[in-house]
């Protein structure tokens, strides 16, 4: 199952899926990082992506944002062709981020924090008080400046401040870096939780025992381009197949 198989994206039909790229070149400055990258997210999947430290897995996401340069290939959001890639663009298109570093403002409250995810005016499920009903702790911490926060509070008001976003599709980028492990196993429920009410997770993470739990799919990274993808089977045997692809 976890045979290597051609990586999605060329070939898929775009207009279906809520995230396509499609052999992407991407760089910082003249930095080459991606090379011909592709992959697609369909509605309500849970895909990991999976691969060494430095493979470009964060670039993939600073792509979508823009912040890393795409020199050739294509980008498609909600089945949209997206020629000049930028994050209120992706959020426009159903496409929110918890960033690497949760990027939490420090001089915003946590119910100003959370407002900001919400620029984008798309409507839906999500708003402030639904935000408080999964988190309670950021309602009684609302007015708090938000990186007053402890580490696993701040990554709760990120994912929040995403999902009042209202979005189709969720990237997660090492939401767990630096957490305790009581703390990650909340958070792996709370992103079941998500996913169960239809947001699709494009979940970067080196803890594999959580990719396990939260994920259905992953695509495995390597150079800058995405060189396996199978089934994620929550088992010692599942592990044991995603673990080889974290090693290439
Ligand atoms: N702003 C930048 N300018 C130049 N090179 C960069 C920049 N940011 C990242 N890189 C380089 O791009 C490559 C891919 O980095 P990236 O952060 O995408 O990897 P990653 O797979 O997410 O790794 P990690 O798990 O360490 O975050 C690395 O060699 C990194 O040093």
């Known amino acids: 199952m976890s045979a290597a198989r051609p990586p999605e994206g060329e070939g898929t039909p775009v207009r279906s899926a809520l995230l396509t790229l499609t052999g992407v070149d991407a760089f910082y400055g003249s930095a080459h990082i991606l090379h011909g990258l592709s992959l697609a997210v369909q509605p309500g999947e849970r895909v990991a992506l999976i691969g060494r430290n430095g493979v470009g897995k964060t670039t993939v996401v600073n792509t979508i944002l823009g912040l890393a340069r795409m020199k050739s290939g ?3 959001l ?3 062709p997206i020629a ?16 690497q570093g949760r990027r939490i403002v420090a001089n915003l409250t946590v119910e100003e924090n959370l407002r900001l995810g919400a620029a984008a005016g798309r409507k839906g499920h999500w708003n402030a008080p639904e935000i408080y009903k999964l988190f309670p702790i950021l309602k009684e911490r609302a007015r708090t400046p938000g990186t007053a926060l ?3 509070q701040q990554q709760m008001l990120a994912l929040g401040r995403a999902l009042m976003a209202n979005p189709d599709l969720i990237l997660l980028d090492e939401p767990t870096q630096g957490l305790a492990p009581v703390i990650v196993d909340q958070l792996a429920d709370i992103f079941r939780r998500v996913a169960d009410q239809g947001t699709a997770l494009l979940l ?5 025992g959580l990719v396990l739990r939260v994920a259905h799919r992953y695509l495995a990274m390597s150079k800058g381009s995405v060189v396996a993808q199978g089934a994620v089977v929550n088992s010692a ?3 044991a197949d995603i673990e080889e692809h974290v090693m290439v």
């Open 84 to 99: 000049r890639p930028r994050p209120h663009i992706a959020a426009r298109h159903g496409t929110a981020v918890v960033p």
């Open 78 to 80: 909600g089945g949209q």
């Open 204 to 208: 970067i993470e080196q803890n594999l």
């Open 237 to 239: 045997e599942g592990l």
């Open 150 to 152: 402890s580490g696993g």
């Open 74 to 76: 294509q980008l498609h």
